[in-house]
């Protein structure tokens, strides 16, 4: 996996995204179910994700590298589209039209 690319907003917080060996978008799936509201991360993961659409990753963390969950694109957009906050919309929003253009040029570059 890449290394991890760190989107911050006053809204939603921190959400770490990373690319596969494909150089698609992959997304901190407890940072996004945070976002959204989500009391249980796992749970939201294991209920509204399809199992190809979630992957462990070894995570550089505070604590050292941890196994974390990531999430597609398609698994971000069922994570956004099972949320029932409002505010689910203006996350699309914001990770459509910033987060994920930002991930797609710097891809570009390499």
């Known amino acids: ?22 150089n698609e978008p992959l997304f901190c799936a407890a940072d ?24 462990k990753r070894g995570t550089p963390t505070q604590g050292g590298i941890q196994q974390m969950t990531f999430v597609n694109e398609s698994g971000l957009y069922s994570l956004i589209f099972g949320s029932k906050l409002e505010s689910a919309k203006q996350f699309k ?4 039209s910033e987060v994920l253009p930002e ?3 710097k891809n570009e570059l390499l």
């Open 93 to 96: 929003r914001w990770v459509t």
């Open 1 to 22: 996996m890449n290394e991890i690319q760190i989107f911050n907003s006053t809204q939603f917080g921190e959400i770490r995204t990373a690319t596969d060996d494909n």
């Open 32 to 55: 996004v179910c945070k976002a959204l509201g989500y009391a249980k991360p796992q749970n939201a993961v294991s209920q509204h994700v399809d199992a190809p659409d979630a992957l």
């Open 103 to 105: 991930i797609r040029k």
